[in-house]
């Protein structure tokens, strides 16, 4: 399936569809590098897609301050917030963090006020050297399987003093105060452990619920990795593990609905299976192949899934 050309829909944007004024998209700037079509660059961004576009991922260096991944992102940020020129009233957000990166690193900045401080002072250097609106912070998670437990309080002080930072600055310079804003998971477990949610919800502009791979080749039968609602195979915890119940419980957790974006994945789950039979429930023991493009295995972005569709 990896000759087939393609010509449309290379758009590897991930979108967040929030309150209806909202449509916030992801660039993974990794999608750069790809092979042929896969390849998909800044000059690939429609700027009038989205209201929010969010460049992703920033790094956090061994002093505690927000830096850029790659020597090439600094041209990259360039040409990112230069979109804005062809829609104004675009806001542009620098993501960091990330399914891949180093969580210890997120663990030593948030640990007391001086290194968070340090953190916060580069944040809105960076982001205004280079003309974006505002920081996506995607830490997954602050407090996942083993993490330490106190983040949850420290993730908290975070958002606080970020938002602090971003008032007192936008005062002082007299113009529109750097947008907050956060990823954050659609897991019970992993949001009960990681987060207060009244309180960061009084600091972040909105958050991105990532309301995907709630199921995957890590089980042991197929399912739909980012559904609406629950199915018939869903029984004990997995009733939770779809995308109303994850929005319900947010906003149970006393998050307003307008701060809320519910995630739209723009790829899909591979699995292997183990018997003859391909529906949603059956036997799978193992992970699918990669996509031609994005090289992971079992994971699929939605032009490689087209490929496969279109070859049978
Ligand atoms: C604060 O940051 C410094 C520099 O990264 C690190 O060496 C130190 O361990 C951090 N403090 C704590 C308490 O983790
Ligand atoms: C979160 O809010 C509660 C209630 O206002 C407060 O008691 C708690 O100290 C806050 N958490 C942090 C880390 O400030
Ligand atoms: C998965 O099951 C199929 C069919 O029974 C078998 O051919 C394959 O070797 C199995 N794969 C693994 C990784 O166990
Ligand atoms: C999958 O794993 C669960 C729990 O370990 C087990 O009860 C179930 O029988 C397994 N299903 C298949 C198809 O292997």
Redesign the pocket.
């Known amino acids: 399936m990896c000759n087939i050309v393609l010509t449309a829909g290379l758009c590897l944007v991930i979108a967040s569809l929030g309150s209806s004024e909202r449509l916030v998209c992801y660039f993974n700037s990794l999608a750069e590098d790809r092979a042929d079509a896969g390849k998909f660059t800044i000059e690939d961004i429609d700027p009038n897609k989205c209201t929010h576009l969010i460049y992703a991922f920033s790094d956090i260096n061994d002093f505690n301050e927000l830096v850029p991944t790659r020597r090439a992102d600094i041209f990259r940020y360039q040409l990112f917030n230069g979109l804005k020129n062809r829609n104004p009233s675009l806001k542009t957000l620098l993501a960091v963090g990330g399914p891949t990166f180093n969580k210890e690193k997120f663990t030593t900045m948030v640990s007391t006020t001086q290194n968070r401080t340090t953190f916060i002072q580069s944040a809105v250097a960076l982001l205004r050297i280079f003309q974006f609106d505002g920081l996506n912070l995607d830490w997954m998670y602050p407090v996942g399987a083993g993490g330490d437990p106190d983040n949850k309080q420290k993730f908290t002080l975070l958002c606080k003093e970020l938002n602090a930072a971003f008032e007192t600055e936008g005062k002082k310079h007299n113009r529109d105060r750097l947008i907050l804003t956060a990823s954050v998971s659609a897991e019970r477990e992993v949001i009960d452990a990681s987060y207060e949610v009244k309180n960061i919800t009084k600091d972040l502009d909105f958050l991105n619920v990532l309301t995907y791979d709630f199921h995957g080749p890590w089980e042991n039968v197929t399912g739909h990795h980012s559904p609406l609602f629950g199915g018939s195979h869903d029984t004990g915890d997995k009733i939770y593990y779809n995308t109303d119940s994850a929005m319900q419980y947010w906003l149970d957790k006393g998050a307003p609905a307008q701060l809320l974006n519910l995630g739209l994945a723009a790829y899909g789950r591979a699995f292997?299976?183990?018997?003859a039979s391909s529906d949603v429930g059956a036997p799978a023991?193992?992970t699918g192949e990669e996509g031609c493009y994005t090289g992971e295995e079992g994971f699929w972005a939605y032009y490689e899934v087209l490929l496969y569709y279109y070859e049978l």
């Open positions: 292997s299976l183990s018997s023991n193992g």
